[in-house]
């Protein structure tokens, strides 16, 4: 498959543990948030959005936490399987905007 | 619901020549998204369309350019290529005033540039 980046930090789980994938995001006029998710060969996949006016949003067996205050992102995948092994992206934008400034990505690799 | 289409899936190109990448959104989706994906720089935006017009912009060169048609399908063109424009590209399409501004991103074209 086609590799995503070449030196992107890299987080090993156990299969069904509980993965935590941080982000540190730049503009704090941002007040939307996603994360995505790209497998090998595929372009990025949605997973889950925050809104700045809340502080935690919660999907299937994915929750996303936002820390306004330090500018910090964190994505919370429960029972993680090898499904999951992935690229995770998160990204930032400003409502009325439909320009997303990516991070620079973790590599979620899970070990069965 | 077809999802978001883009061809080619792969293309390889010589330095100096020109290309022209094309996306087609989701039925009803009227915006159009592009970005370049590198192992180096990330995934960063080249612009936005929407009802035909360019509604955003990133900071790449003028031989970066697009258009959309009034079907909201568009096109990205780079002219006189170079070597670093090798990369993934990457078209997303929105439904722009829904209540949601979720983008939708295609498989990308891979542009190798030798």
């Known amino acids: 498959g086609e590799s995503v980046g070449l030196h992107l930090p890299t987080l090993s789980v156990q299969e069904g543990d509980n993965s935590i994938i941080n982000c540190a995001y730049s503009?704090?006029?941002?007040?939307?948030f996603i994360w995505y998710k790209q497998e090998s060969g595929k372009g990025p996949q949605f997973i889950i959005d925050?809104?700045?006016?809340?502080d935690k949003r919660q999907g299937q067996r994915v929750t996303v936490l936002l820390n306004k205050t330090v500018k910090h992102l964190s994505l919370q995948i429960a029972a993680t399987q090898p499904g999951d092994s992935a690229v995770y992206f998160c990204a930032e934008t400003m409502d009325s905007s439909y320009k997303l400034i990516f991070g620079s990505g973790t590599r979620l690799l899970v070990r069965p | 619901k077809a999802g978001v289409t883009q061809t080619p899936r792969y293309l390889i190109k010589t330095r100096g020549q020109q290309v022209t990448l094309s996306c087609s959104p989701i039925s009803g989706h009227r915006s159009v998204s592009w970005y370049q994906q590198t192992p180096g720089q990330g995934l960063q935006f080249l612009f936005e369309?929407?009802?035909?017009?360019?509604?955003n912009k990133g900071n790449f060169p003028g031989r970066f350019s697009g258009r959309q048609f009034s079907n909201s399908r568009s096109e990205m063109n780079v002219s006189t290529l170079e070597l670093g424009d090798s990369a993934l590209y990457l078209c997303?399409?929105?439904?722009?005033?829904?209540?949601?501004?979720?983008?939708?991103f295609g498989p990308g074209t891979r542009l190798t540039v030798l």
């Open positions: 925050i809104r700045s006016n809340m």
């Open positions: 369309y929407f009802s035909e017009t360019q509604r």
């Open positions: 503009n704090s006029a941002s007040d939307y």
């Open positions: 997303a399409s929105s439904l722009r005033g829904g209540s949601s501004n979720e983008q939708f």
